[in-house]
């Protein structure tokens, strides 16, 4: 779906990033180690539903959350595809075969 670029969306979408990237530990205390470019598009995915449903542009705090808990939950639903088959225990990698 192609969609209209909106100023306002725009202006918050910069301001944010740039004070991101003037406290990066903010950042990083935010989101963790996830990926920072999927953390901005789902950002402005949101703020652009908020635009269609007549709502602040800005983010809330639980907006802002919810988007880092659904990106850490695909993170992990990957990474369980790929590990699943062993277990590590303190006796080293078990096969769950």
């Known amino acids: 779906m192609v969609r209209m670029k909106n100023v306002d969306v725009e202006i918050y979408l910069n301001q944010l990033i740039s004070f991101f990237d003037k406290n ?11 990926n920072k470019d999927d953390f901005y598009k789902k950002v402005e995915q949101q703020c652009y539903k908020n635009f269609e449903s007549g709502d602040e542009i800005s983010l809330t705090q639980k907006q802002l959350i919810d988007i880092v808990v659904s990106i850490k939950q695909v993170d992990q639903t990957d990474e369980k595809k790929i590990l699943g088959v062993f277990q590590k225990t303190k006796f080293g990698l078990i096969s769950l075969n």
């Open 24 to 34: 990066p530990n903010d950042l990083i205390d935010l989101i963790g180690e996830i």
